[in-house]
């Protein structure tokens, strides 16, 4: 994919190449024009390993979307844009490591390589170390199925680094769970693991705080599944 550098800002067609953008990238990306009548695509043994790519990307883009919604509703207006795109990099690492099923049919196996997701950047335009500066703690509950965040002598006008134009803040704790994907013979397709609990999100807001709140007691968020 070529990045296209210079003083004036292209979109559409010049000759045989296209300009467009991506969303949440400042660059100008180009590409050739063309394509392939589609009968070719789907029986061409030239493409084959096109095919099998294609096949492989809808459990890589269903188990990145699982792990969004699992942040819950509050998080999806706010989260980048790319963030799709840096998750399905993540399930494409992890249906690598499948060395069982064949080329065209490997499995996303997250719940093996759940610690890869540790590699993401989530946030939107700075990460939660640039904007909260209180001590807090995580403690995980048996199982990984309680979550218990707890925030120590919080003073929210030296500890959170809010907009100039912010008059409140507000603290949410989500904990979800993500199904694994395989390929199943019977549907001919990708479907969740059958001993997976399916998605399950839970979530707990802390009331609107205004922003220059003095000193405040600890506080403490806990959510189950």
């Known amino acids: 994919m070529a990045n296209f550098k210079g003083p004036f800002k292209y979109k559409g067609k010049l000759g045989n190449v ?3 953008e991506v969303p949440g990238d400042d660059r100008t990306y180009a590409a050739e024009c063309g394509s392939v ?3 070719i695509l789907l029986n061409s043994p030239v493409f084959e390993k096109s095919r099998c790519n294609s096949f492989e990307l809808a459990p890589k883009s269903r188990c990145a979307k699982d792990v969004r919604l699992a942040f819950s509703d509050w998080a999806q207006p706010i989260v980048d844009r790319q963030l799709q795109c840096r998750l399905i990099s993540i399930m494409n690492d992890i249906l690598h490591m499948d060395e069982e099923s064949s080329y065209g049919l490997r499995s996303v196996c997250l719940s ?3 610690h890869l997701l540790y590699n993401v950047d989530y946030h939107f335009i700075k990460p939660l170390s640039d904007i909260l500066r209180c001590p807090y703690t995580v ?3 048996e199982n990984r199925k309680t979550v218990t965040v707890t925030l120590k002598g919080l003073n929210p006008v030296n500890h959170i680094k ?3 134009i912010a008059t409140h803040f507000q603290f949410c704790l989500s904990l979800g769970t993500v199904k694994d994907y395989t390929y199943s013979p019977y549907y ?3 479907v969740p693991l059958k001993n997976s609990t399916g998605n399950v999100q839970r979530e707990i807001l802390y009331p609107w705080t205004p922003v220059d709140n003095g000193l405040m007691e600890d506080i403490t968020l806990t959510v189950s599944l």
Do not use: M, Q, T
Request: glycine residues 12%; charged residues 30%.
């Open 139 to 141: 403690v995980e509950g």
């Open 188 to 190: 001919l397709g990708y």
């Open 18 to 20: 296209r300009y467009y």
């Open 37 to 39: 009548p589609r009968s």
């Open 112 to 114: 093996r390589y759940k």
């Open 162 to 164: 809010a907009p100039a």
